[in-house]
């Protein structure tokens, strides 16, 4: 499953970064039911969070924001940060 970070538009119109998950035809289908927060490991120090950050900007600033009621499922209610390490980035 891809996935990436995304600001989104809530129904009250605050927008938030969370990580948004896709279909194989590259429709948005599930988020992360709270906004990302960053954390790292000790043996990953600041080079990894550092990185982490990096990449949730450049995404941010490279897709528009997206309306939350444009995906189909209901958010995620587990943040899986060792195996978002893995999974395909869209």
């Known amino acids: 499953m891809a ?3 995304r600001v989104l538009r809530h129904p009250d119109g605050h927008l938030a970064l969370h990580e948004v998950y896709y279909d194989n035809a590259g429709k948005p289908i599930s ?5 990302i ?3 790292v490991d000790e043996d990953e120090g600041l ?7 990096e990449l949730a ?7 528009p924001i997206l309306d ?7 958010p995620r209610t587990k943040q899986t940060a060792r195996r978002r390490r893995t999974t395909d980035r869209r």
């Open 31 to 35: 988020y992360t039911a709270k906004p």
């Open 37 to 39: 927060h960053f954390a």
């Open 57 to 63: 900007l450049r995404d941010a600033k490279e897709r």
């Open 47 to 53: 080079p990894g969070l550092t990185a982490s950050l």
């Open 68 to 74: 939350v009621s444009e995906i189909r499922a209901e």
């Open 3 to 5: 996935w990436n970070y």
